[in-house]
């Protein structure tokens, strides 16, 4: 949750910053990194992230880790360059906080509830 607080930290202190609403979204792209891998059946491995969100569809709810994928891409996508598109507005990008903050918490409780 800090990098989420970091990330909203940094959009606050330059919302017109493109710079700035890059690095929110990477350091929310990180927080869900760092929250899925933390998944006992992904501790130690080396998969590429496309595959532990499709394994995530067996371990956890399906929606769920669809929701996770769509997040992460939607991040990943978000925080490359692409002439001639525009990145969203911070109001936007809040929203995306949010919504990963949500994905986040409910990730982090069906670790807790998870048995191998």
Not at 53 to 73: E, M, N, Q, V
Not at 80 to 87: K, N
Request: with cysteine.
């Amino acid at each position: 949750m800090e990098l989420l607080i970091t990330a909203r930290q940094t959009l606050k202190a330059n919302p017109a910053s493109t710079p700035h609403r890059r690095g929110s979204i990477a350091l929310a792209r990180i927080a869900i990194e760092t929250t899925a891998s933390q998944h006992p059946e992904f501790v130690g491995t080396r998969i590429d992230w496309r595959a532990r969100f499709i394994a995530l569809r067996t371990l956890t709810h399906p929606d769920h880790a669809r929701k996770g994928y769509y997040l992460w891409s939607r991040c990943s996508n978000l925080i490359h360059y692409h002439p001639y598109r525009l990145i969203p507005d911070h109001t936007k990008i809040e929203h995306l906080l949010q919504q990963t903050q949500s994905w986040i918490e409910t990730e982090q409780s069906h670790q807790v509830g998870y048995i191998r």
